[in-house]
């Protein structure tokens, strides 16, 4: 019996492509960073693609580089690259990796903010804005489109 998949995906650095779907996350071929151009002093830096594209969802009109680790054996790599920006931002899960992570680019490069608050409570910020929406739907809320949606700091 033939079954056809679905997922979302982009190629990385590498050539390879991150992909993911409701029962699979990975990488076909070779795994790497992901890198989108743009502000050459500002960078923001994401464990995975979920968590951009939710910040890209909710900032459409942020032209900050972007980095994508794709995972977090690329930290180092990443920290070499980041250091060059005048602003970094960091949007890296509440787990103890992430944590960790975080730790180690807010201790070797002072121009870092961690943005990690936005979404307190939540492990990282897709799931907050994931809650954000079940719950304003339950409540049958119009603001269940993520467009109303603010998850800034007050």
Known sequence: TRREMFAAGWQNE???WEVRNAYFKGCLGKKAMSFIPGN???IVLF???MDFLTWKKLSPLQDASVLILNSLSF???ALQRAANYKTIELFFDHDPPGKKA?????SELPQAVDQSTRYEGYNDFNEKLTA???SAQV?????????????RNR
């Open 47 to 49: 464990e995975g693609m």
């Open 132 to 134: 954000m929406i079940n």
């Open 102 to 106: 975080t730790m180690q680019v807010l």
């Open 14 to 16: 590498q050539g390879g």
């Open 75 to 77: 930290l180092n790599p």
């Open 139 to 151: 409540l049958g809320t119009k603001e269940s489109s993520p467009h109303n949606i603010s998850l």
């Open 40 to 42: 050459h002093e500002r």
